[in-house]
């Protein structure tokens, strides 16, 4: 065999080694390249995860603070008609009437899942009864109704004068237990669930009504009498 047939054998063999060489670098870079991507979506993944752990805690923080202040300030549950909780929330004028401002719902909405509060704010505020047309009804009768919060928002809506505020989203199986029937309830628990990772939680907001009205009530429990004597 010539010097030039061995050298071409070399040189052949040379390249091929070459090829090999790179086909081993591709593989290591293509697996390097696979780690890193997967450690990027690990690291995605875990911060968008605490932020919604963040955003939910933040969102059970507010809600608990919300039914706190409204059931340590409020006067008196006044009923649970259907679905919803009345809390007779101020009392701006006489302590045997409750004005429409004065009166706040909790309400758990269905179809959006959420747990909110609705309010109007009227200024110069008719009684309850006044404002859905049946004055001289019994006023704890009246917003055991449930057709009393239809009335309210249809007279209140057009002049913007209804306020609904979202306490808690994302929210399911929501159910209101009180210790006593209205309008005798010191204790309110909320019992819901929450969507956290591939399943739901349970979760309970406790409120108790620190300042209650009970001695203005009248014997049969649907009215308010102006004192207790």
């Not at 911060?47 to 963040?54: F, L, V």
């Not at 047309?133 to 007279?155: C, D, E, F, I, Y």
């Not at 956290?196 to 009215?223: F, K, M, P, V, W």
Request: with cysteine; net charge negative; proline share 4%.
């Amino acid at each position: 065999m010539g010097q030039d047939e061995i050298a071409m054998k070399t040189a052949r063999h040379d390249q091929a080694f070459t090829v090999i060489e790179l086909l081993i670098g591709l593989l290591i870079t293509s697996i390097l390249m696979a780690a890193v991507a997967t450690l990027a979506f690990a690291m995605s993944t875990g911060a968008r995860d605490a932020e919604d752990t963040i955003r939910a805690e933040a969102e059970l923080r507010y809600a608990t603070l919300r039914l706190g202040e409204l059931f340590r300030t409020g006067r008196l549950l006044c009923a649970a008609p259907d679905t919803d909780l009345v809390v007779w929330a101020v009392d701006d004028r006489r302590p045997d009437v409750i004005d429409a401002n004065e009166v706040v719902y909790l309400e758990y909405d269905d179809p959006n899942h959420a747990l909110k509060l609705r309010q109007f704010v009227v200024k110069n505020s008719p009684t309850v009864v006044s404002a859905v047309g049946l004055p001289g009804q019994p006023v704890l009768a009246v917003l055991a109704l449930a057709s009393t919060k239809t009335a309210l928002v249809q007279a209140y809506t057009p002049t913007n004068r209804v306020r609904r505020t979202t306490l808690l989203p994302g929210c399911s199986n929501v159910t209101f237990m009180l210790d006593q029937s209205p309008p005798r309830t010191r204790r309110v628990t909320i019992s819901f669930d929450r969507a956290e990772g591939q399943g739901l939680r349970h979760y309970e907001i406790a409120a108790t009504l620190c300042a209650s009205t009970e001695h203005l009530l009248s014997s049969d429990e649907t009215n308010l009498i102006a004192d207790d004597d």
